[in-house]
C-alpha cells in the first residue's frame, strides 16, 4: 500500500467533478503565459530524475488536471523517485552523518530524502558541510553520499514508506546542508519540509508531502509542492516559477523580479513586489478573488503572471 492510499483514509472524500466555465479559455493563457518565460537552459544540467504521479483527490475539478500539466511540462520539474530507498553503498550504514566536502571543483549539489526535514543554508565560499541525523525504531534508513561528473548527491533514505512500516515502528532523517552560496542545488522530497535560505545560485525544489520555504534568494528559482504551501520573503530573484496544487502560494520580494510565474490548483496566491516598478500582469482565477494594486504597462519588459481555478489572487505593490 502506498503513502498516498493511508492518505486517503484520513482525508475527506474528493469532491464530485464539475464542469468550469471558460475552461478552454483559461487553459489557452495560462499555456501562453507559461511559455512566454522559458529562460534559456542554464550550463549546468540536473541528473534525469522521475517524478511520481499524485493521487486523484489532489485535482478538485477537471481544469485543474489540465492546468497542472501545463505547468508540470512548461518547469520541466522531475523530483526524484524517493519512496523508497536502495541499498546504500558501502559505508551506508545508518548513524548520525558529518561530512565536508570541498567545494572546489563541484557544478551543483543534490539531496533526496524520503522522510524529515530537509534545510540548505548559503554561506560566503568555504566546504560543503552536511549533516543527516536519523530518528528511527526498526530498520534503519540509508544515509550516504556520492560524487560524479561534478555533482554531489546527498542521500537519506527510509527503507519503507510510512504505510508499510510495522507497527511501532518510524524513521525519519533531518538533513542540514551549508554551501557555497553561488552553487547550484536541487532538493527533492517525499515527506518533509523543505528550507532553502541566502542563495545566489539555482535553487529546483520538488516537494511531495511537505511545505517549502524559501528566504534570502537571488538565483533562479524553480518550485512544486504537491501537497503543502510555498512561501518565500527577502527575495532578489530575477526569474520565479512557482505550482502548488493543494496549498497556499505567498511570495514577497525586496527588489523587482523581471519574471514570476505562480499557479495553484486550490490555494491562494499572493505575489508583493517593491513600490514603483511597472508590470506587465495577467492575474486570474475561476471562482475566487482577483486584486491587482500594483502599476501595470502593457510595454512593460517585467512580468507576472499569478492564477488559481479556485483560490483568490491577490498582487500587490
Known amino acids: ?16 467533478e464539475r464542469p468550469l466555465p471558460q475552461r478552454q479559455a483559461h487553459r489557452a493563457n495560462l499555456l501562453t503565459a507559461i511559455s512566454s518565460v522559458r529562460d534559456a537552459a542554464p550550463a549546468f544540467s540536473w541528473p534525469a530524475l522521475r517524478w511520481p504521479t499524485a493521487s486523484r483527490w489532489l485535482m478538485p475539478a477537471s481544469a485543474a488536471v489540465g492546468v497542472t500539466a ?14 523508497q530507498a536502495p541499498s546504500p553503498p558501502s559505508g551506508g550504514a545508518a548513524g548520525v552523518r558529518h561530512w565536508w566536502v570541498a567545494s572546489s571543483g563541484l557544478r551543483g549539489v543534490v539531496v533526496r530524502a524520503n522522510s524529515g526535514p530537509v534545510t540548505v543554508a548559503g554561506a560566503d565560499g568555504g566546504p560543503v558541510a552536511v549533516t543527516a541525523r536519523p530518528h528511527f525504531h526498526g530498520r534503519a534508513p540509508a544515509i550516504y553520499k556520492t560524487v560524479s ?22 524513521c525519519s532523517v533531518t538533513v542540514g546542508i551549508s554551501l557555497p552560496r553561488g552553487l547550484p542545488v536541487r532538493v527533492s522530497a517525499h515527506l518533509g519540509n523543505v528550507s532553502v535560505a541566502d542563495m545566489t ?8 508531502f511537505g511545505n517549502v520555504d524559501l528566504s534570502g534568494l537571488a538565483g533562479r528559482v524553480v518550485v512544486m509542492a504537491t501537497l503543502g504551501s510555498i512561501h518565500g520573503r527577502d527575495l532578489a530573484c530575477r526569474s520565479v516559477m512557482l505550482s502548488a496544487q493543494r496549498g497556499s502560494i505567498g511570495i514577497a520580494f525586496v527588489t523587482p523580479p523581471e519574471q514570476v510565474v505562480a499557479v495553484d490548483q ?6 508583493s513586489v517593491p513600490p514603483g516598478t511597472s508590470y506587465r500582469v495577467q492575474a486570474g482565477s475561476l471562482r475566487g478573488k482577483v486584486t491587482v494594486t500594483v ?23
Not at 486550490?266 to 505575489?271: D, E, K, P, R
Not at 502593457?298 to 498582487?315: E, H, T
Open 70 to 83: 501545463i505547468v508540470l511540462t512548461a518547469i520541466a520539474l522531475s523530483g526524484a523517485a524517493v519512496r
Open 1 to 16: 500500500m502506498r503513502v498516498e492510499d493511508d492518505l486517503k483514509r484520513m482525508l475527506p472524500q474528493a469532491p464530485q
Open 266 to 271: 486550490v490555494g491562494s496566491v499572493a505575489v
Open 201 to 208: 545560485g539555482r535553487v529546483t525544489v520538488t516537494d511531495e
Open 295 to 317: 502599476l501595470r504597462s502593457a510595454r512593460s519588459a517585467r512580468l507576472i503572471r499569478a492564477f488559481s481555478p479556485l483560490g483568490n489572487v491577490l498582487v500587490t505593490g
Open 149 to 170: 561528473d561534478g555533482v554531489l548527491t546527498v542521500s537519506a533514505l527510509c527503507p519503507v514508506t510510512v504505510s508499510q512500516r510495522p507497527q511501532g515502528q518510524h
